[in-house]
């Protein structure tokens, strides 16, 4: 090999993976979250609103503690800027220990907490889910090593293959009248299939270990991003709580339902980003780039979500007829707001990992603290003022008019760029959609059938926006793809495969994978 291949290499190695990567891991994404939607429109046929209240009650406690009981440790090996090898063990030990504990809490106050939710009935289904906490503890080190080295391919089996069987039990289960425990046992089921192969598909697996300074260092850099998911989260879920407590569970059913269809954008897009962000975006910062790719990761973003987000807030009402019939109607209120919101939620999240890319996590707890802050009152007066479509205005509000500014400010800080340079590739995106969402509503109007209704505005508001939009998205997705690798040639990017190099290693901690 000369001297040009040899420098070339690591380049070509981290271009075909993080392309890899990114391709695999849409399509895992896709996919999982089609089938887990395919799983919601089926139950909503079967089940009552009352049965999706009691999961959305079991939700808010098992979402909160599955984020908490890691301790945000897992970014550390996910940021690919230390050799696993010195770090894996102690955030396996720290991840088994808090979610065990944690598990147990949960099951043993599960009956208070549900009657604080406003929900009494449901704690023997936030018992159930709690298992979850504990599997997701222990799947926490073999998740991040296979986000980490860009193996979405086996990982979107993985997901796939638990989106699967939840759907296979959940049915079943639905039919013979177990009500809201099908969809808890069904989620039990799809998590131990999906912990159980990450396990498999992970490059090295690792035993529990203690090391003083790998856990001064995790938790340095986890620990507050652990507090900032705990806040964002409880502020997420707070609406359920609001919802729950004032309307009672069969309108916090339809909450959930309406939640659930508007942010299937979001979940979708920013899981599909997730799955190269953090270990391209901790390479990038380590070459000194990461301020030049935010703006078009930043754009190319928003060119998936604001059309989308858009959609969703013009065509709610025969949206919601078509998938789940006039019984859900009052969905359809709540996902004006929640549909703008969804794509407030794309945004924040791409600077929460810009945040954690550029080594800074401090400033994310204090933003999800004024968060917080401001949803709590602005649902309050919601719920109270407009129901359900009161909810989706207050987070729509809150996320666009206080949240996403401070969010910009401090990742401009972070990064060294400026604002102005980060939004300007979202310009033309915003104000295309907000034109693709009008025509889409006066196209529904001009038919009666919610089917045909629902179908008009769609083409009629994604050809406006493909026709406003498209040579400007090919140019920021080529600007993007170009910077991806560049830093590959910048001295000190560390390979993607740097985890299986042949070096030393404790063999107490690791046992490699067999080659079969």
Same mark, same amino acid.
């Given at each position: 090999?000369?001297?040009?291949?040899?420098?070339?290499?690591?380049?070509?190695?981290?271009?075909?993976?993080?392309?890899?990567?990114?391709?695999?891991?849409?399509?895992?994404?896709?996919?999982?979250?089609?089938?887990?939607?395919?799983?919601?429109?089926?139950?909503?046929?079967?089940?009552?609103?009352?049965?999706?209240?009691?999961?959305?009650?079991?939700?808010?406690?098992?979402?909160?503690?599955?984020?908490?009981?890691?301790?945000?440790?897992?970014?550390?090996?996910?940021?690919?800027?230390?050799? *696993?090898?010195?770090?894996?063990?102690? @955030?396996?030990?720290?991840?088994?220990?808090?979610?065990?504990?944690?598990?147990?809490?949960?099951?043993?106050?599960?009956?208070?907490?549900?009657?604080?939710?406003?929900?009494?009935?449901?704690?023997?289904?936030?018992?159930?889910?709690?298992?979850?906490?504990?599997?997701?503890?222990?799947?926490?080190?073999?998740?991040?090593?296979?986000?980490?080295?860009?193996?979405?391919?086996?990982?979107?089996?993985?997901?796939?293959?638990?989106?699967?069987?939840?759907?296979?039990?959940?049915?079943?289960?639905?039919?013979?009248?177990?009500?809201?425990?099908?969809?808890?046992?069904?989620?039990?089921?799809?998590?131990?299939?999906?912990?159980?192969?990450?396990?498999?598909?992970?490059?090295?697996?690792?035993?529990?270990?203690?090391?003083?300074?790998?856990?001064?260092?995790?938790?340095?850099?986890?620990?507050?991003?652990?507090?900032?998911?705990?806040?964002?989260?409880?502020?997420?879920?707070?609406?359920?709580?609001?919802?729950?407590?004032?309307?009672?569970?069969?309108?916090?059913?339809?909450?959930?339902?309406?939640?659930?269809?508007?942010?299937?954008?979001?979940?979708?897009?920013?899981?599909?980003?997730?799955?190269?962000?953090?270990?391209?975006?901790?390479?990038?910062?380590?070459?000194?780039?990461?301020?030049?790719?935010?703006?078009?990761?930043?754009?190319?973003?928003?060119?998936?979500?604001?059309? @989308?987000?858009?959609?969703?807030?013009?065509?709610?009402? *025969?949206?919601?007829?078509?998938?789940?019939?006039?019984?859900?109607?009052?969905?359809?209120?709540?996902?004006?707001?929640?549909?703008?919101?969804?794509?407030?939620?794309?945004?924040?999240?791409?600077?929460?990992?810009?945040?954690?890319?550029?080594?800074?996590?401090?400033?994310?707890?204090?933003?999800?603290?004024?968060?917080?802050?401001?949803?709590?009152?602005?649902?309050?007066?919601?719920?109270?003022?407009?129901?359900?479509?009161?909810?989706?205005?207050?987070?729509?509000?809150?996320?666009?008019?206080?949240?996403?500014?401070?969010?910009?400010?401090?990742?401009?800080?972070?990064?060294?760029?400026?604002?102005?340079?980060?939004?300007?590739?979202?310009? @033309?995106?915003?104000?295309?959609?907000?034109?693709?969402?009008?025509?889409?509503?006066?196209?529904?109007?001009?038919?009666?059938?919610?089917?045909?209704?629902?179908?008009?505005?769609?083409?009629?508001?994604?050809?406006?926006?493909?026709?406003?939009?498209?040579?400007?998205?090919?140019?920021?997705?080529?600007?993007?793809?170009?910077?991806?690798?560049?830093?590959?040639?910048?001295?000190?990017?560390?390979?993607?495969?740097?985890?299986?190099?042949?070096?030393?290693?404790?063999?107490?901690?690791?046992? *490699?994978?067999?080659?079969?």
């Amino acid at each position: 090999m000369t001297r040009e291949e040899a420098k070339a290499a690591p380049v070509q190695a981290v271009k075909a993976k993080l392309k890899g990567g990114l391709a695999w891991g849409a399509a895992g994404v896709v996919a999982g979250r089609a089938l887990q939607f395919l799983t919601m429109l089926i139950l909503a046929r079967i089940l009552a609103p009352e049965h999706f209240g009691a999961l959305a009650v079991a939700q808010v406690i098992q979402t909160i503690a599955v984020n908490v009981t890691e301790l945000g440790a897992t970014a550390a090996l996910a940021r690919a800027d230390r050799d *696993p090898r010195e770090i894996a063990p102690t @955030i396996l030990t720290l991840g088994v220990a808090t979610s065990a504990v944690i598990t147990g809490s949960v099951m043993l106050f599960a009956p208070p907490l549900a009657a604080v939710l406003g929900d009494p009935d449901a704690s023997g289904v936030i018992q159930i889910l709690s298992v979850t906490i504990l599997l997701s503890g222990c799947s926490g080190v073999p998740a991040a090593l296979v986000w980490r080295d860009y193996l979405q391919r086996p990982r979107a089996f993985v997901e796939l293959a638990g989106a699967v069987l939840t759907l296979a039990v959940a049915v079943p289960l639905a039919k013979d009248g177990l009500g809201a425990y099908a969809l808890v046992w069904s989620r039990v089921a799809g998590q131990l299939l999906t912990t159980a192969g990450y396990w498999i598909i992970t490059p090295v697996r690792f035993r529990p270990g203690f090391d003083r300074r790998a856990a001064g260092y995790v938790l340095r850099l986890g620990m507050p991003l652990a507090l900032a998911n705990l806040v964002v989260f409880a502020t997420l879920n707070l609406d359920y709580v609001i919802v729950g407590r004032q309307l009672g569970p069969a309108q916090l059913g339809v909450y959930l339902l309406a939640f659930s269809l508007a942010n299937l954008p979001s979940s979708l897009i920013t899981a599909m980003i997730r799955t190269v962000a953090l270990p391209t975006f901790g390479r990038l910062h380590k070459a000194g780039l990461l301020d030049r790719a935010a703006p078009d990761v930043l754009g190319l973003a928003a060119y998936l979500a604001m059309p @989308i987000s858009a959609l969703l807030v013009g065509l709610a009402s *025969p949206l919601v007829q078509v998938l789940y019939g006039s019984t859900w109607q009052g969905a359809a209120a709540a996902m004006v707001g929640l549909g703008i919101f969804g794509a407030g939620r794309i945004v924040s999240e791409i600077l929460a990992d810009l945040c954690v890319g550029g080594g800074r996590t401090t400033g994310l707890f204090w933003v999800q603290m004024l968060w917080l802050a401001c949803l709590f009152p602005a649902l309050l007066l919601g719920v109270s003022l407009a129901g359900v479509s009161g909810a989706g205005a207050a987070h729509a509000i809150v996320i666009w008019a206080a949240v996403l500014p401070v969010y910009f400010f401090l990742v401009a800080r972070i990064i060294k760029t400026s604002v102005k340079r980060m939004l300007v590739p979202s310009i @033309i995106p915003i104000f295309a959609a907000i034109g693709a969402g009008t025509l889409g509503w006066l196209a529904s109007q001009w038919t009666t059938p919610p089917v045909l209704a629902l179908a008009s505005g769609c083409l009629a508001g994604a050809g406006l926006y493909l026709a406003l939009t498209a040579r400007a998205a090919k140019r920021t997705y080529l600007r993007l793809s170009q910077l991806s690798t560049a830093g590959a040639e910048q001295e000190g990017w560390p390979e993607v495969d740097a985890i299986t190099a042949p070096e030393t290693t404790n063999t107490s901690q690791t046992t *490699p994978r067999s080659s079969n």
